[in-house]
């Protein structure tokens, strides 16, 4: 807990900045489910409707897995046990609730950018994994994470997103499934579109 204590009060007391404040807002906003789960139809307009129904499945999994560890650790948020925490009183994107551990904003983050980078080139890999490792930091510079937090969502998102990729390859009951349903969502699509 020292460790977590010293490393968070690092990154939470750098704050003051209305810039930095703004660009770390932005970065947790990423982190949030309706935002993070929109790859999915991004994918499918760009005809990767395997990865999309992938990426779909794979959030909705993380969070109703981080929600379910919430419950079993129940640990409290660092604003709700130090009073020097620094946080935002920005309305409805204020304060979290609910247990800490592990950041949902960040499994999310690391589950769907662990996939995108074992699929697309390099570089997209890259840039997919450095900006969950971004969410993760803003995060903690927000006062709503414990660093161990953080690295729980990292490392639980990664193992996600393997698992996924592993169930998405070859012929079992998870590719069958989603065969069948990218045939009846392309189909419904098709007919809405008036093809």
């Not at 046990?81 to 499994?107: C, I, K, N, Q, V």
């Not at 969410?135 to 953080?150: A, E, F, K, M, T």
């Not at 639980?156 to 989603?178: F, W």
Request: hydrophobic content about 55%; glycine content about 10%; charged content about 15%.
């Amino acid at each position: 807990m020292a460790l977590d204590v010293t490393i968070f009060n690092a990154l939470n007391q750098a704050g003051g900045d209305p810039g930095l404040d703004m660009l770390m807002v932005c970065l947790s906003f990423l982190g949030l489910t309706y935002v993070i789960v929109l790859t999915g139809p991004i994918l499918w307009c760009w005809k990767r409707r395997e990865m999309a129904f992938d990426v779909v499945m794979l959030v909705i999994v993380t969070m109703l897995l981080t929600e379910g560890l919430k419950l079993f650790f129940m640990r409290e948020r660092p604003f709700e046990m130090l009073a020097s925490a620094r946080t935002l009183d920005w309305g409805w994107l204020s304060l979290a609730t609910g247990p800490a551990m592990p950041s949902g904003h960040t499994a999310r983050a690391f589950a769907v950018a662990a996939l995108l980078a074992s699929t697309v080139r390099p570089r997209w890999g890259a840039l997919a994994l450095g900006l969950a490792a971004m969410v993760g930091i803003s995060r903690i510079y927000l006062g709503l994470h414990w660093p161990s937090d953080v690295l729980a969502g990292a490392l639980l998102g990664i193992v996600l997103a393997a698992s996924m990729r592993r169930a998405g390859k070859g012929d079992n009951a998870y590719t069958e499934g989603r065969n069948r349903a990218i045939a009846w969502l392309g189909a419904k699509l098709s007919f809405a579109d008036g093809r």
